[in-house]
């Protein structure tokens, strides 16, 4: 997904939604404060990712969407508290499987959605993904606790897209540091 990474905590007081910096950027994600609020339980703190736009989204159209006021999903691909229960310590298999149980029954193209998961061949996944233009794919150990960072248990591999161009010119920069303004290629 191409988006903000965005921790969904839902509860008495209501539903918050943070960026990974801790911000509580609720007001701006607000369009997905009802559907959380619906979720079967007392509590809940999930991870996940906010995007607009089909497939995995991109960033720019999130950023529209933004401004706009168009449509969010959010992602969900963790589940780190349920009903009062730490679940962080626990392998990645019990949190998806507590994730699962927590979103069944969600419409599958509403604003909140669970994350597919692909187990197995990690570097297919990922040829599979660059393929069809995506951003890359995250890693992560079945049996792993919840990290917040990424670790060696966590890993995101991007797709690697290059390009050689020749430079015909350049216009020097009038910005201290900036050894040029623009190319011409």
Do not use: H
């Not at 029954?105 to 393929?131: N, Q, T, W």
């Not at 890693?139 to 060696?152: E, F, L, M, N, Q």
């Not at 050689?164 to 190319?183: C, H, I, N, Q, T």
């Amino acid at each position: 997904f191409d988006g903000y990474r965005c921790l969904m905590a839902v509860g008495k007081g209501g539903v918050r939604l943070y960026s990974r910096n801790g911000k509580d950027w609720s007001d701006r994600f607000g369009a997905l404060c009802e559907p959380a609020a619906a979720l079967d339980c007392g509590a809940a703190l999930l991870d996940g990712e906010v995007i607009a736009g089909g497939g995995g989204g991109d960033f720019s159209t999130l950023q529209k969407a933004l401004k706009a006021g168009d449509p969010l999903v959010f992602y969900a691909f963790d589940c780190l508290n349920l009903d009062g229960e730490d679940l962080t310590g626990a392998p990645l298999s019990e949190r998806r499987t507590a994730l699962e149980g927590l979103l069944d029954g969600l419409p599958p193209r509403g604003p909140i959605r669970l994350s597919p998961v692909l187990e197995g061949d990690g570097a297919g996944a990922l040829d599979a993904m660059c393929d069809a233009g995506g951003e890359g794919i995250v890693s992560k150990r079945i049996d792993a606790p919840y990290r917040g960072g990424r670790t060696k248990s966590w890993i995101k591999s991007k797709c690697i897209r290059r390009a050689e161009f020749v430079v015909a010119g350049w216009s020097p920069s009038d910005k201290r540091g900036r050894a040029f303004s623009s190319l011409i290629l």
